[in-house]
T-cell receptor
Framework: DTEVTQTPKHLVMGMTNKKSLKCEQH?????MYWYKQKAKKPPELMFV???????INESVPSRFSPECPNSSLLNLHLHALQPEDSALYLC??????????????FGPGTRLTVT | KNQVEQSPQSLIILEGKNCTLQ??????????LRWYKQDTGRGPVSLTI?????NTKSNGRYTATLDADTKQSSLHITASQLSDSASYIC????????????FGTGTRLKVLA
């Protein structure tokens, strides 16, 4: 099974709402990633978790809060978002972050619209 | 500055025709280069991954080449199909010390019947 799943597929939320995005993989990967992708732009790295610990935070605003409750799950908690945060949020995983040639598998993404 | 540039930005071809997409990078030191296919609104799917010692790699109708000396890669699509319509993204990773994958801006390919 080389699948990364993400839920929900689509999410519409107001600027005062609190919501969460979920990502799951069962490949035994110990590195998981959150990316943000605006239309017609490449994905931008947000966070990297390695062995359930936050390794990289690309200066992401605190209204985005990641969480890795176990090695298979990665959440992204959203609070007080702005309309410009509307984008496709992609989750990815790889065996580790130390081996450069390891494949990185992407999920289908969550399309987020902030109204 | 580590950069990955792709050309053309967009391309329209007829079904059955071949095409070649280009990727130039300045990432150094270089570890590997990947080509992904991304359908609209979906996550990227890996097509090939090449290290500096590999010159060419195929995946069905997709053939990627790499020239590590000139820091150039190409993705050749043979006998295009309507389902090839997607964005093709070149991603380069440096050697240990950085966990970043440097993404190109992609080439949007449209295959017409």
């Amino acid at each position: 099974d080389t699948e990364v799943t993400q839920t929900p597929k689509h999410l519409v939320m107001g600027m005062t709402n609190k919501k969460s995005l979920k990502c799951e993989q069962h490949m035994g990967h110990r590195a998981m990633y959150w990316y943000k992708q605006k239309a017609k732009k490449p994905p931008e790295l947000m966070f990297v978790y390695s062995y359930e610990k936050l390794s990289i935070n690309e200066s992401v605003p605190s209204r985005f809060s990641p969480e890795c409750p176990n090695s298979s799950l990665l959440n992204l908690h959203l609070h007080a978002l702005q309309p410009e945060d509307s984008a496709l949020y992609l989750c990815a995983s790889s065996p580790t972050i130390g081996q450069e040639t390891y494949e990185q598998y992407f999920g289908p993404g969550t399309r987020l619209t902030v109204t | 500055k580590n950069q990955v540039e792709q050309s053309p930005q967009s391309l329209i071809i007829l079904e059955g025709k071949n095409c070649t997409l280009q990727c130039n990078y300045t990432v150094s030191p270089f570890s590997n280069l990947r080509w992904y296919k991304q359908d609209t609104g979906r996550g990227p799917v890996s097509l090939t991954i090449m290290t500096f010692s590999e010159n060419t790699k195929s995946n069905g109708r997709y053939t990627a080449t790499l020239d590590a000396d000139t820091k150039q890669s190409s993705l050749h699509i043979t006998a295009s199909q309507l389902s090839d319509s997607a964005s093709y993204i070149c991603v380069v990773r440096g050697t240990s010390g950085t966990y970043k994958y440097i993404f190109g801006t992609g080439t949007r390919l449209k295959v017409l019947a």
